[in-house]
C-alpha cells in the first residue's frame, strides 16, 4: 500500500464526542489516515496553519454538523468555507466533502445542500460512507483491500491425542498494532488441562502467583501486580482450609471436573494468571511440549486485547465474527448456532472446547466466541485495576458474541461464564 486515504473531520466542539468516536472508527481501517484537531494537533503548534495544510493535503473531507453547532458562528465556519473553496479546484463530480448529520440539522451554508448527507446515526450508515471513501480511493489508485499475510498452511495431523494443547503462531500483520509474532492456545484451557496445576505439589509455590505482568487499556506496560496474586490466595486458602483453591464450579454436573474437554470455568483472573507462569515453568514434562515441538517459551500468559483480536481475524466490520472471511459478515442465525455455543442455541452451558470447527478463525484459532468469556491480560485504565474479557458465552445472545464485543470486570471475579486461553512468546516481549 504506497499510502492511505486522508480524511479530514471538520467539526465544531459540541460535536467532538460523536466526531472522536468516528475519528476511531476510521483510524481502525488499515487503508485510512484519518486527522482530527484534538487527535493530531501537537502542543507549540501553529492551529490555524496546521489545520489549514491537513484541509488542503486532505483527499476527502468530512463536514460533521448537528442542530447546535450550525446555529452558531465560529471556526468551524471558517473551515467550511475554506473546504468549500478547495473544492472548487476539484474534478466535477469527485467525492470531496461529505456532509455528515448528526442529527436532524440543516446546514447553514447554500452551497452544502447539493451534497448528498450522510445520517450517521441511521442503520449502516458507517458502512455507506466506507463505501464513498472507497469510491475515492480507487479514483486516486489507493489501495483498500487489506492483505492478509496467510497462516502456516495447517499440516495434516494423525490424531495424536494432542490436538487440544497445540497452540497457533500468529505472524505480524500488515498495519496491525502487534509487530511481533505470537503463538496463542488453539483452544480455551479445559479442566483436564486445569487439574493439572491443581494437582501439582507445588499449586501454591509464590512463584506461580508474584508479579504477574499489568498492562493499561492500550496494552501498554506498566508494571507489574506485585504481592496482590499471592496475598489473595493466601486469605482464600486459610478461608476454604485448604492447600489448593478449586474453580467456584469444580463439582457442577454440567461445566465442572466430569467435563474434561469443557473450559475451565469459576477461576478469578489470578488464578488464570498462575496457571499460566506454572505451564512455563513445567512446559517440557507437559503434552504442550510435544504438541509443539519448536516453540520454547519464554513467557506465558494470558492474550492482550490486541492479541487476541488480531488472532481472530480482526473487528472491522464490528458485526464480524472470526470464521468470517475478509469483507464478510454472517448475518444468519442458524449460521451462527453452527459455529459457536450462544444463548439462542439454548444449550444452557459450556461445551467441550472443539465442539464448533466450523467456528475457527482465518488463522485456525478455535471457540473464540461464546462458550465462555476469555480473561485478557490488560487492565480496563490505569485507575481502576479492572481488566478486559472477549468473546462473550453460552449466555450471551449472538449479537454480543462478536469480535468487537468486550466487557470489563473486577479480577477477583469467578463466574461461571468465565474462562481463558494462554498465549507464549518466545522472545523478550511479555
Request: hydrophobic fraction near 35%; charged fraction near 25%; charge should be negative.
Given at each position: 500500500m504506497s499510502r492511505?486515504?486522508?480524511?479530514?473531520?471538520?467539526?465544531?466542539?459540541?460535536?467532538?464526542?460523536?466526531?472522536?468516536?468516528?475519528?476511531?472508527?476510521?483510524?481502525?481501517?488499515?487503508?485510512?489516515?484519518?486527522?482530527?484537531?484534538?487527535?493530531?494537533?501537537?502542543?507549540g503548534?501553529?492551529?490555524?496553519?496546521?489545520?489549514?495544510?491537513?484541509?488542503?493535503?486532505?483527499?476527502?473531507?468530512?463536514?460533521?454538523?448537528?442542530?447546535?453547532?450550525?446555529?452558531?458562528?465560529?471556526?468551524?465556519?471558517?473551515?467550511?468555507?475554506?473546504?468549500?473553496?478547495i473544492a472548487d479546484e476539484k474534478p466535477e463530480g469527485s467525492i470531496y466533502i461529505i456532509p455528515v448529520k448528526f442529527d436532524d440539522c440543516i446546514p447553514s451554508f447554500e452551497r452544502l445542500k447539493k451534497y448528498q448527507w450522510l445520517e450517521y446515526f441511521a442503520p449502516?450508515?458507517?458502512?455507506?460512507?466506507?463505501?464513498?471513501?472507497?469510491?475515492?480511493?480507487?479514483?486516486?489508485?489507493?489501495?483498500?483491500?487489506?492483505?492478509?499475510?496467510?497462516?502456516?498452511?495447517?499440516?495434516?495431523?494423525?490424531?495424536?491425542?494432542?490436538d487440544l494443547y497445540r497452540f497457533i503462531e500468529i505472524?505480524?500483520?500488515?498495519?496491525?498494532?502487534?509487530?511481533?509474532?505470537?503463538?496463542?492456545?488453539?483452544?480455551?484451557?479445559?479442566?483436564?488441562?486445569?487439574?493439572?496445576?491443581?494437582?501439582?505439589?507445588?499449586?501454591?509455590?509464590?512463584?506461580?502467583?508474584?508479579?504477574?505482568?499489568?498492562?493499561?487499556?492500550?496494552?501498554?506496560?506498566?508494571?507489574?501486580?506485585?504481592?496482590?496474586?499471592?496475598?489473595?490466595?493466601?486469605?482464600?486458602?486459610?478461608?476454604?482450609?485448604?492447600?489448593?483453591?478449586?474453580?467456584?464450579?469444580?463439582?457442577?454436573?454440567?461445566?465442572?471436573?466430569?467435563?474434561?474437554?469443557?473450559p475451565v470455568v469459576g477461576v478469578s483472573w489470578y488464578e488464570a494468571c498462575a496457571y499460566a507462569e506454572w505451564l512455563c515453568q513445567n512446559w517440557e514434562r507437559q503434552p504442550e511440549a510435544r504438541a509443539n515441538p519448536t516453540l520454547k517459551p519464554r513467557s506465558i500468559r494470558m492474550p492482550l486485547e490486541s492479541e487476541w483480536i488480531l488472532a481472530a481475524g480482526g473487528d472491522v466490520p464490528e458485526d464480524r465474527y472470526p470464521w468470517d472471511e475478509l469483507g464478510q459478515v454472517t448475518t444468519s442465525l442458524k449460521e451462527v448456532l453452527r459455529r459457536a455455543n450462544?444463548?439462542?442455541?439454548?444449550?444452557?452451558?459450556?461445551?467441550?472446547?472443539?465442539?464448533?470447527?466450523?467456528?475457527?478463525?482465518?488463522?485456525?484459532?478455535?471457540?473464540?466466541?461464546?462458550?465462555?468469556?476469555?480473561?485478557?491480560?490488560?487492565?480496563?485504565?490505569?485507575k481502576t485495576g479492572w481488566v478486559r474479557l472477549r468473546g462473550g458465552s453460552w449466555s450471551d445472545r449472538e449479537g454480543e458474541v462478536c469480535v468487537s464485543i468486550c466487557d470489563t470486570i473486577h479480577p477477583l471475579n469467578r463466574s461461571f461464564g468465565l474462562g481463558f486461553r494462554v498465549l507464549a512468546l518466545q522472545g523478550e516481549i511479555s
Amino acid at each position: 500500500m504506497s499510502r492511505k486515504l486522508r480524511v479530514f473531520l471538520c467539526h465544531a466542539t459540541e460535536d467532538r464526542p460523536a466526531a472522536s468516536e468516528l475519528y476511531q472508527k476510521l483510524a481502525a481501517e488499515p487503508w485510512i489516515q484519518p486527522w482530527m484537531d484534538t487527535e493530531d494537533l501537537l502542543p507549540g503548534q501553529d492551529f490555524d496553519l496546521e489545520i489549514y495544510k491537513a484541509l488542503r493535503d486532505s483527499d476527502a473531507i468530512l463536514i460533521c454538523m448537528s442542530q447546535t453547532s450550525v446555529s452558531k458562528s465560529g471556526y468551524l465556519n471558517k473551515e467550511i468555507r475554506r473546504t468549500l473553496d478547495i473544492a472548487d479546484e476539484k474534478p466535477e463530480g469527485s467525492i470531496y466533502i461529505i456532509p455528515v448529520k448528526f442529527d436532524d440539522c440543516i446546514p447553514s451554508f447554500e452551497r452544502l445542500k447539493k451534497y448528498q448527507w450522510l445520517e450517521y446515526f441511521a442503520p449502516n450508515a458507517h458502512e455507506k460512507l466506507l463505501k464513498s471513501l472507497r469510491l475515492r480511493a480507487e479514483v486516486l489508485k489507493i489501495e483498500t483491500a487489506v492483505k492478509q499475510t496467510p497462516a502456516p498452511t495447517p499440516k495434516t495431523v494423525i490424531d495424536d491425542g494432542l490436538d487440544l494443547y497445540r497452540f497457533i503462531e500468529i505472524p505480524p500483520q500488515p498495519n496491525s498494532k502487534v509487530d511481533y509474532p505470537f503463538w496463542i492456545g488453539k483452544y480455551p484451557v479445559t479442566n483436564a488441562q486445569y487439574e493439572r496445576f491443581l494437582n501439582a505439589p507445588d499449586y501454591a509455590n509464590p512463584v506461580y502467583w508474584l508479579e504477574f505482568p499489568k498492562f493499561d487499556e492500550k496494552c501498554q506496560p506498566m508494571g507489574d501486580w506485585g504481592k496482590a496474586g499471592v496475598d489473595w490466595l493466601r486469605e482464600e486458602l486459610k478461608k476454604a482450609n485448604s492447600k489448593v483453591l478449586l474453580p467456584r464450579y469444580w463439582d457442577d454436573k454440567n461445566v465442572g471436573k466430569s467435563n474434561p474437554n469443557n473450559p475451565v470455568v469459576g477461576v478469578s483472573w489470578y488464578e488464570a494468571c498462575a496457571y499460566a507462569e506454572w505451564l512455563c515453568q513445567n512446559w517440557e514434562r507437559q503434552p504442550e511440549a510435544r504438541a509443539n515441538p519448536t516453540l520454547k517459551p519464554r513467557s506465558i500468559r494470558m492474550p492482550l486485547e490486541s492479541e487476541w483480536i488480531l488472532a481472530a481475524g480482526g473487528d472491522v466490520p464490528e458485526d464480524r465474527y472470526p470464521w468470517d472471511e475478509l469483507g464478510q459478515v454472517t448475518t444468519s442465525l442458524k449460521e451462527v448456532l453452527r459455529r459457536a455455543n450462544v444463548r439462542e442455541g439454548e444449550i444452557g452451558h459450556t461445551t467441550s472446547v472443539d465442539a464448533y470447527p466450523l467456528g475457527r478463525s482465518s488463522f485456525g484459532v478455535m471457540d473464540m466466541v461464546g462458550n465462555v468469556w476469555e480473561w485478557q491480560v490488560n487492565c480496563q485504565d490505569r485507575k481502576t485495576g479492572w481488566v478486559r474479557l472477549r468473546g462473550g458465552s453460552w449466555s450471551d445472545r449472538e449479537g454480543e458474541v462478536c469480535v468487537s464485543i468486550c466487557d470489563t470486570i473486577h479480577p477477583l471475579n469467578r463466574s461461571f461464564g468465565l474462562g481463558f486461553r494462554v498465549l507464549a512468546l518466545q522472545g523478550e516481549i511479555s
